[in-house]
């Protein structure tokens, strides 16, 4: 058989075998061997914390022949096939590949049959978040009330993009980052099981990598094993994670200690021509920070310093720092850490953060002086000028009372920014009033939710406030709740392209999108009706003035919206 990645082989395949997510799997666990298992499950949480095992272990066992206090047997039929991925009543689908409305409507057409080898029919939707806003809406009435043998399992990394009326209609279980103590204790019964060698420092910095994944810790593994030849030690894992060295961490540090920024600049050159990562650098940094204060602050704090980092090399230069400095370090390595990610000139960055922490500490302490000096001559401008306020006040009272009417300042007119009108296209609107149906204004609205799901989340927040309010064969008036917005997507050509594009597609034909505000709106109907203006015939203008056998308002009424709608009344 091919070989298989370490965290494929020791996928858990029970309950107990889940690291780190007691709470849910005792709940899990308890659920199936009580007969009281949901229809819907979202598990959500950070990636490689067991969302998708779990999810593969609940399926198994509410399916399971045998099962045991709620755990699957793994040796009846249905276990074995399930392990194998050939039970075809446990249905995985990956959302961020099929995250169509189509794709979730073949499921709601499936759903209804009943399975045909377990007791369930589970659906395990990975990624979910990845639905579009069309495929949640066609979930959503399955997804509530789905048949008595169906269950589904969301899974996400992502829960804030998932709908709340998604999640209001299943059990919800969020998944906590594994601690460092657990994935230590997994790699370390997974190495003693395959018999390898290993150091115990290099699993230390391989767990903390990880970042509280058991998947990224295992694949990891995986990694500085090939790299060792079947062995792990402590310069495999450094060199595969890109975790600094003892001695370069000392000499770094050191050099920061003396406050002596050459030595500094040449420790850090050195450990970034050995191809170490600079994000990891400045996390090295800080977590030596961290271990220093809780050593300088309390001997019963030091129990909790991480012995893999601290050697006797740093406790050594533990008294050149005062706690004061090494929050300021932290403090400047944490912005600097911020502007690594968002730029390609991380040398940069680091060669002056390396010259900020090895400067005196002198120089640190005159800052917050300065600083104060600084507000202080602030606050002195600031009375000066209350001052003066207040003796013009009390000049004018003394005025009044003498009887003396001080001239009234000229008043300026304040300057208004431009009114909605100047944006506004009338005559457009006037062109879509021409030829107005309502059969126009009903298509239009029948496309309305699908030209909204082609949108982004971003102009969809701003479309939510609009509807169509008349139509013709060329073109869709649409009306805007708020002015802000109108003038928002009025002023975004581009936007305002794709609307009218999106809208053509739909239709299958040529059609121009007008805004308007919902204020203006009435107003402007009112104006079209009065004037009976018909931009594309301006001969019927005359001919409706010559011939007025019936009224011309009601007429316009009615062509534009219907007979059902507008009811006459003789006087």
């Known amino acids: 058989m091919a070989y298989q990645a370490l965290y494929r082989v020791w996928r858990p395949q029970t309950f107990s075998d889940v690291i780190g997510q007691d709470v849910i799997t005792q709940t899990l666990r308890n659920a ?18 067991g969302k998708t095992s779990c999810a593969k272990i609940l399926a198994k066992a509410v399916n399971c022949l045998n099962p045991h206090d709620g755990e699957p047997c793994n040796e009846c039929e249905i276990c074995k096939a399930a392990n194998e991925n050939r039970l075809n009543d446990v249905i995985e689908i990956d959302a961020a590949s099929n995250n169509g409305v189509e794709e979730i409507r073949d499921i709601r057409d499936k759903v209804k049959y009943a399975p045909t080898e377990a007791k369930f029919k589970v659906y395990i939707i ?15 009435k399955t997804l509530e009330e789905p048949p008595a043998n169906v269950m589904f399992i969301l899974a996400t990394t992502e829960p804030q993009k998932i709908p709340a009326t998604i999640i209001s209609r299943t059990q919800s279980f969020n998944f906590r ?8 204790q997994r790699m370390t019964y997974i190495l003693d099981d395959k018999n390898i060698k290993y150091d115990e420092e290099g699993l230390n910095i391989i767990a903390a990598s990880a970042e509280g994944g058991m998947r990224d810790a295992l694949s990891i593994l995986d990694q500085a094993l090939s790299y060792g030849d079947d062995e792990l030690t402590l310069k495999n894992a450094q060199e595969v994670t890109g975790a600094l060295s003892n001695e370069q961490i000392v000499s770094y540090m050191t050099a920061i200690a003396d406050n002596k920024p050459a030595e500094a600049l040449t420790s850090l050159y050195q450990i970034l021509a050995s191809g170490r990562s600079a994000l990891r650098f400045t996390e090295m940094i800080i977590r030596v920070c961290r271990n220093l204060i809780l050593y300088n602050s309390n001997s019963d704090l030091s129990d909790q310093m991480d012995k893999s980092v601290m050697t006797d090399e740093l406790l050594a230069i533990a008294n050149k720092f005062d706690n004061s400095r090494l929050f300021y370090i932290v403090d400047q390595v944490s912005a600097t850490q911020k502007n690594i990610k968002n730029s390609n000139q991380t040398d940069i960055y680091m060669e002056i953060l390396t010259v900020k922490i090895s400067e005196p500490k002198v120089d640190q302490t005159t800052a917050p002086s300065e600083q104060n000096t600084h507000d202080e001559q602030v606050e002195n401008v600031e009375i000066d000028k209350l001052r003066d306020e207040i003796s013009h006040l009390q000049n004018e009272v003394k005025g009044l009372s003498n009887g003396v009417q001080k001239p009234e300042p000229v008043k300026t007119k304040p300057r208004r920014r431009g009114t909605n009108n100047t944006r506004l296209n009338k005559t457009a609107i006037y062109k879509v009033l021409g030829s107005a149906t309502k059969g126009d204004l009903n298509s239009a609205k029948d496309i309305w939710p699908d030209l909204m799901s082609m949108l982004s989340i971003s102009q969809r927040a701003m479309m939510k406030v609009s509807e169509p309010v008349a139509a013709s064969p060329d073109g869709i008036v649409v009306a805007f709740d708020y002015a802000l917005w109108f003038e928002q997507v009025q002023d975004d050509s581009e936007f305002l392209q794709e609307l009218t594009d999106n809208a053509g597609r739909l239709l299958k034909k040529d059609c121009q999108i007008v805004l308007v505000p919902k204020k203006d709106w009435p107003v402007i109907r009112k104006e079209y009706i009065d004037n009976n203006i018909d931009s594309n015939k301006p001969t019927n203008v005359k001919s409706k003035e010559e011939t007025k056998k019936t009224d011309p308002t009601v007429d316009e009424a009615l062509k534009l919206f219907g007979d059902d709608i507008v009811d006459v009344k003789d006087d």
């Not at 199936?32 to 914390?49: D, E, I, K």
């Not at 990975?126 to 959503?140: C, I, P, R, T």
């Not at 980052?177 to 230590?184: A, T």
């Open 177 to 184: 980052r594994i601690s460092k103590q657990d994935i230590l």
């Open 126 to 140: 990975d990624e979910v978040h990845m639905l579009s806003q069309g495929a949640f809406n066609a979930l959503l």
């Open 32 to 49: 199936v061997a009580s007969h009281m298992t949901s229809h819907a499950y979202l598990f959500s949480g950070p990636r490689g914390t």
